[in-house]
């Protein structure tokens, strides 16, 4: 086994940092301008993770390579801040090399669970309405498309996709 998921601690705020940056830069080309995601600072993104990981509020959890433990990937996840009662997967991104090894689903999974554990027995996630590959992960999960909302990201239109599970 190439990759494993542990629980993140602050010591892994600039490796989650880098990894969502690199995961942003590969997965959104395309989707968002390329000044847009050139622009992103891995330092600020770092202060901002620092920030979540003294969350008690919020599980987050890193994907990592078993033989150098870089992080590879990341996903965080807690009471959602639209849907009162509902649990919320904020984030969920993986490096390009570390897609479509099962560390989504097995991620996934821990995530419910840890939910569940928390008397949240519903989930929601915002997936950009245009991200077909991402949309097709929330499926295979046993997802569906709710709502759409319309949203910017640093000045740039986007459409934002819940996607919703009534009954964890
Ligand atoms: C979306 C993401 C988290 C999924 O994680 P993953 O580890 O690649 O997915 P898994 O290997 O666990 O896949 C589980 C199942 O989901 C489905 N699936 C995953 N990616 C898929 C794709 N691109 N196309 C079709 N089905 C897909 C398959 O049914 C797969 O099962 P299988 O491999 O047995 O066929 C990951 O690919 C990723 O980080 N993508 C880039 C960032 C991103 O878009 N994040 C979402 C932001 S909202």
Same mark, same amino acid.
């Given at each position: 086994?190439?990759?494993?998921?542990?629980?993140?601690?602050?010591?892994?705020?600039? /490796?989650?940092? +880098?990894?969502?940056?690199?995961?942003?830069?590969?997965?959104?080309?395309?989707?968002?301008?390329?000044?847009?995601?050139?622009?992103?600072?891995?330092? !600020?993104?770092?202060?901002?993770?620092?920030?979540?990981? !003294?969350?008690?509020?919020?599980?987050?959890?890193?994907?990592?390579?078993?033989?150098?433990?870089?992080?590879?990937?990341?996903?965080?996840?807690?009471?959602?801040?639209?849907?009162? /009662?509902? %649990?919320?997967?904020?984030r969920m991104y993986l490096e390009h090399h570390a897609r479509r090894h099962g560390l989504g689903r097995?991620?996934?999974? !821990?995530?419910?669970?840890?939910?569940?554990? +928390?008397?949240?027995?519903?989930?929601?996630?915002?997936?950009?309405?245009?991200?077909?590959?991402? +949309?097709?992960?929330?499926?295979?999960? %046993? %997802? +569906?498309?709710?709502?759409?909302?319309?949203?910017?990201?640093?000045?740039?239109?986007?459409?934002?996709?819940?996607?919703?599970?009534?009954?964890?």
């Open positions: 086994m190439r990759f494993a998921i542990r629980p993140a601690t602050l010591d892994d705020a600039e /490796g989650i940092a +880098r990894a969502h940056t690199a995961s942003w830069r590969t997965s959104y080309r395309g989707i968002l301008p390329e000044a847009v995601l050139e622009r992103i600072d891995v330092d !600020q993104r770092a202060a901002s993770w620092r920030r979540t990981l !003294q969350d008690r509020s919020v599980l987050t959890l890193v994907a990592y390579d078993v033989t150098h433990r870089d992080i590879v990937g990341l996903c965080d996840a807690g009471p959602s801040r639209r849907d009162p /009662g509902t %649990g919320e997967v904020y097995e991620m996934f999974e !821990q995530i419910t669970d840890w939910l569940r554990s +928390r008397s949240l027995h519903s989930l929601v996630i915002w997936v950009l309405d245009n991200n077909h590959h991402a +949309r097709r992960f929330y499926e295979a999960m %046993g %997802g +569906r498309p709710d709502r759409r909302v319309a949203s910017t990201v640093s000045g740039f239109p986007i459409v934002e996709l819940a996607y919703v599970w009534d009954r964890l």
